[in-house]
T-cell receptor, first 115, second 114 residues
């Protein structure tokens, strides 16, 4: 039962261009959506998040867009840099009265940014 | 704080042996998560604790897997007996109370069962 899907296992873009990573979910109860980045041989690190009451959150080169009606979100990286090459995970979460529920992850999208 | 600390970083063991993975969360964090990463299944949540109490262990694959959190600064994930299909990278993560707060991950334990 996959509640969160990242349908593109990999993505390759040219340095300086936009990278768009997509995530679809099925559970309308999700209240938060977090994005994590993972380099080889390291644990995932938090990148950016968005609350379900918003449709956009921006942090520097990273912007996440949320379309609740379509149960879809996307992470935009502009401009892409070679150091952005990593696996990106979408991780939704439910808010249980201020306490967090479990944090599940999509299967990830491997981004390669070519110089 | 040194972050989430996992040990060992690498473990090679023979099939049938007991394996114990260890995790020290960030001090003050209320939540602790154990994940397993494989090529086929990605990052799977195995179990998570809140204030040392297991909340959801539905991701634990079999009875061979068990996890404990005897105090706020230590958790173990045990596999007994281990099998080759348990080979994976196991991550521990911790976070503060509050939905939407980020989880901090350790560097993982790469387990190989031969």
């Amino acid at each position: 039962d996959q509640q969160v899907k990242q349908n593109s296992p990999s993505l390759s873009v040219q340095e300086g261009r936009i990278s768009i990573l997509n995530c679809d979910y099925t559970n309308s109860m999700f209240d938060y959506f977090l994005w994590y980045k993972k380099y080889p041989a390291e644990g995932p690190t938090f990148l950016i998040s968005i609350s379900s009451i918003k449709d956009k959150n921006e942090d520097g080169r990273f912007t996440v867009f949320l379309n609740k009606s379509a149960k879809h979100l996307s992470l935009h990286i502009v401009p892409s840099q070679p150091g952005d090459s990593a696996v990106y995970f979408c991780a939704p979460q439910i808010n249980y009265g201020g306490s967090q529920g479990n944090l599940i992850f999509g299967k990830g999208t491997k981004l390669s940014v070519k110089p | 704080d040194a972050g989430v600390i996992q040990s060992p970083r690498h473990e090679v063991t023979e099939m049938g042996q007991e394996v114990t993975l260890r995790c020290k969360p960030i001090s003050g964090h209320d939540y602790l998560f154990w994940y397993r990463q494989t090529m086929m299944r990605g990052l799977e949540l195995l179990i998570y604790f809140n204030n040392n109490v297991p909340i959801d262990d539905s991701g634990m694959p079999e009875d061979r897997f068990s996890a404990k959190m005897p105090n706020a600064s230590f958790s173990t994930l045990k596999i007994q007996p281990s099998e080759p299909r348990d080979s994976a990278v196991y991550f521990c993560a911790s976070s503060l109370r509050g939905a939407g707060t980020e989880a901090f991950f350790g560097q993982g334990t790469r387990l190989t069962v031969v």
